[in-house]
């Protein structure tokens, strides 16, 4: 069926060359020197014009492919006898023969047992699928418990106190301005509104499960009281005092109070932890416009106490937005409030997914559907659609059925599986449509385009496996549950791809032999070579548009000097700026990040960062069981209480510390027998446990009561110092300085075993530890890679091409990240290990398809851009195109994904379609016949080799045949 233009062209003579070296193998015979091309006609008559061919003297190396070089690979060849590197190639060929002729036997048993490929898949994926009805149980969005590695300092700490103070709670905030801002919050009139706004919020009722509770129900509580800081203290939360005070004597009462207020629960409160005023002690209309009532919520019944917190957190926001509170505005803030908007904000996002489903399955329809009602094969991009979103369910329900914990970052796998899906889609059919491989029966087709892509979808999902494999070892959970799910889709996806998918791909097949309509596969076309547009008929082997650009345009001026230059150029260019960005990247992560700029919930935390800069950090330094009279604990408590007054990083006098009262006490009591050591004033250890006594009882140390924990036979056993950390200045860094300088202070004390511990302070240890999990996933994803890919690949040469430019892309995506304004944080950093593995299916099919032909470097990179560039341009695409309506995301982590995943698919198109072509036109690593003849082992005949001769097609449309003959034949 070869055309007769096309006879005694060098591709045609090359092409019927090939074809009678197989045949000579198949009888027996060595390679004939000419041969006739002999048209007939369905019925068998010769035509009257031969055309003769002469062929080349063979090489010795093309004429003793034996069969029985092909069987054994050859008694010459035995791995024992060769080299290192010659072992290396040997097995990676043997390795990739096995892997082409598995794949070919996969593709004729699709034909022979096509339902049980169909219905056995689908029937798998079942009670995967059920898995998805586990979703509540394993679902976590709490980020302390996602992005907080295991065993960090903090969690140790944590547990620590939790054993001994049984108190681990979480903050509720309302804050207070003038309305319109810029007045002066302390008048009798403001503050009488904000005592009314506290009766408010001591007696309204939430409720769990039936049970109705108030603040008392979920407070923290101390003698009882529940444990608040607001600057109602001051005027001992009495309404009458209040009104009978002006507004001059109001901020008198505080000054008499030397700024510090006693609270109900008999803690001591400092003015500047809950209000605003300037440094001259006036308060002024622009600075005093805040007042913070801090409600330390329980949380230390888990599951319990955690959902009655949420519960009253969110009638607490009701309260305040619900009604008018005179001049002055009102803002809640708590935990609780802060997720609500943020899954409500996630809930709406998710609404983008059947978006970009729709926008892809029209996208991949538009690709794969040809100027043909027969030849076209649009059906396969809906056949598709369906395969990968069902590998998507399983994914989830399997992992589920793992007890793999569940998030909304998991959900974004969503898009990702369906890129890597389709990519495997636009490979399978492009060899399904290749011209060697398209007039061949059914059977021989199907198979014949599984044993070319194979080799190819095999190497990336390999390597994406291995890329999300290492990626499950981190010992950050959301990083872990990630790369678990990830691994699984990508699984599941190839699984369908090459039976499911393959299956439907075979069914075209004989469509297209049945000649009936793509879409309507029971309805005959009438006219089975007629355009659908345009006028005459269709030529099944007329190439695509995009592969005339390719082929006519775009690999011409690539290849051209010029052209090696441009793209080197841009290549060297875009590193250079990635190196450049990396540099400038910076670390943080803000929970608030995940509120949606349309909240409105935005404008409280803007008023928290006007006023205060951003919000302050609760932190203390616990003590423990220990000799707390010695000598040396004394002294180390003095110079604990000296380094925490020179921290800079605490918000100035935040510290309630009942040290220094205590040692002023103690110098007023004779019995405390005071005496100097290392030049620190402390009392006898004789006298030290009857001295503490009394300044628990009396009234100098009423205020600290709360902070001390004594034993039944009153001595000290417990300390609590309960600081605030200022506000944030530089992201997260700084706040890790400010952790560091903590643990540093409270490690004075090490004979009480004193720790210093934050309810952020998981932030800090999150990324402490994120940044060599990082370092440590990339080095494992790449050394898989490479391992792989040499393996596959045959050669150290294209295989650290390969993992190079793999490095090179994840520096460019580092870099998108300071480019595009985000910080490098757990969200973001997840991104450079999943690149690894997104990344390597441009650049190894690029490859692989380089090593398949022979040729010169430029000659080899053009074939390989114009049969595979097709695909990888395609599965670029479509993976953006899926991305798209994340543009419009509400959510942090979408918007992350959106920016991150977009730069990832566009360097991975660019270095694989534009750098690598060059790189391998001029390195021009070995093919693989090549290192075959190298090794005296049969080369792998790719090139429609497995032609039926039986012209089943042709003698279906009437059309003359052409065969080939020998002397023998």
Known sequence: RLPASHQTTPWGQARIYRQAIQHSELVGETTPSSFNIVKVTPSGVPSSNDVSVSLPEPSTSTTTHSSSSATAMGADTESSTLTFSQKMLYYSQACDSFVYKRFKILGQMLHDYRWRFLLIPMLLMVPMIAGLSQIDKYTEEDPSKLYVPSDTQAEKDEAKIQASFGLSGRVASVYGVTSPEGGNVLTTDNVLTLYDAWTNITSFEADRKGVVY?????????????????????????????????????????????????????????????AVFTSDGVVTNSRFTIVEEQLEVDDTDGD????KALN????????????SWGSLKLYSASFGETGVEASAAFDSDILLLPVGYILLVIYATGVLTRNSRVHSHGSLALVSFFSVVVAILATFG??????????????????????????????????????D??????????????????????????????????GSYSSIPVVEAFCQFAAIGVTLDFFLQITFFAVAMYMAGEREQKEKIDCFCCVTASNPDRKVVGKGDFAQDTPELLTIFLRDTYTPFLLSFKGKLVAMGLGVGLLVLGIWACTQVT?????????????YYQETLAVEKRYWGGAEVPVAVYTFDGNYSSEMTQVQFSEMTTELDNNDKLTAGSCINWWPDFVTFAETNATASMRTVSGQRIVSPLAFDDTLLNFYTDEAGAGYTGYLTLTSGNILQLTEIPCRDDADKNGIPYRTEQMDKMREIASIASSVGAVAWGPAYWVQDAHKIF????VVNLAIALAGVFLITTLMLGSLVPSLIVTTLLIVIDIEVLGSIYLSGDYFNTVTGINLVLAVGLSVDAVAHITHCFLAHDGTGDERAAQAVVEIGRSVFNGAMSTMIVLIPLAAAQTYIFQVFFRT??????????????????????????SFNTIRNKLGMAEQDRSGAARSDDNTQAKLKGEPMVIMSTTSL
């Open 587 to 599: 670390i943080d992560f803000q929970y608030e990040w995940f509120v949606p700029d349309n909240s």
């Open 398 to 435: 399997l992992g589920l059925w793992f007890g793999i914990t569940f998030s909304s970052l998991i959900l974004t796998l969503a898009f990702l599986l369906l890129g890597l899906g389709t990519d495997d889609t636009f490979v399978l059919v492009a060899a399904f449509q290749h011209p």
């Open 901 to 926: 995943f977009m730069a990832i698919i566009g360097y991975s198109a660019f270095n694989g379609l534009v750098v690598l072509p060059v790189i391998l036109s001029v390195v021009r690593p070995t």
């Open 771 to 774: 940044l060599r999990e990082i």
């Open 214 to 274: 108030n603040l008392t129900g979920v407070c923290v509580k101390i003698n009882g009281i529940c444990r608040k800081s607001t600057i109602l203290a001051f005027y001992n939360y009495n309404r009458t005092l209040i009104s009978e005070l002006s507004d001059s004597e109001l901020w008198q009462t505080i000054v008499d109070a030397n700024y510090v207020a006693t609270e109900e629960d008999g803690r001591q409160v400092n003015l500047s932890t809950i």
């Open 437 to 470: 491989v398209m007039y061949l029966e059914p059977r021989e087709r199907v198979a014949e385009a599984m044993a070319r892509a194979g080799a190819s979808i095999s190497v990336t999902s390999v390597t994406d496996l291995i890329a999300f494999l290492a």
């Open 312 to 323: 009253w957190e969110l009638k607490l926001r009701d309260l305040i937005r619900g009604r």
């Open 304 to 307: 319990g106490n955690s959902e």
